[in-house]
């Protein structure tokens, strides 16, 4: 069993960074995969970014390539989500989430997500 539990999110203005955090405890979180989602108000969840086990491998969704950057310090069990230039449309709750696979995860493990709003 992994845990997670998310942090940082809260209302900032467009144009503004933020970072999120996610504080993993159980196994030992270096062989497992990590990600980001999100969902909006009314819409689906979606993918945001994930990294794989070591952190040498990342990959991320079109909409937030180039803006937003995930990376994850295993020595602390925590990974990370910067969050540059951000958009009204980046409002959603953001959930962390962890698979031991890289190649094809199914995220078995979640977290209870953390709030993000950006004002326009």
């Known amino acids: 069993q992994v845990q997670l539990v998310e942090s940082g999110g809260r209302l900032v203005q467009a144009g503004g960074s933020l970072r999120l955090s996610c504080a993993a405890s159980?196994?030992?979180?270096?062989?497992?995969?990590a990600a980001w989602f999100r969902q909006a108000p009314g819409k689906d969840r979606e993918f945001v970014a994930a990294?794989?086990?070591?952190?040498?491998?990342?990959r991320y969704a079109e909409a937030v390539r180039g803006r937003f950057t995930i990376s994850r310090a295993n020595a602390k069990n925590t990974v990370y989500l910067y969050l540059n230039s951000l958009k009204p449309d980046d409002t959603a709750v953001y959930y962390c989430?962890?698979?031991?696979?890289?190649?094809?995860?199914?995220?078995?493990?979640w977290g209870q997500g953390t709030q993000v709003t950006v004002s326009s």
């Open positions: 990294v794989s086990g070591s952190g040498d491998y990342s």
């Open positions: 989430a962890a698979d031991r696979n890289w190649d094809a995860p199914q995220y078995d493990y």
């Open positions: 159980g196994r030992t979180f270096s062989y497992y995969t």
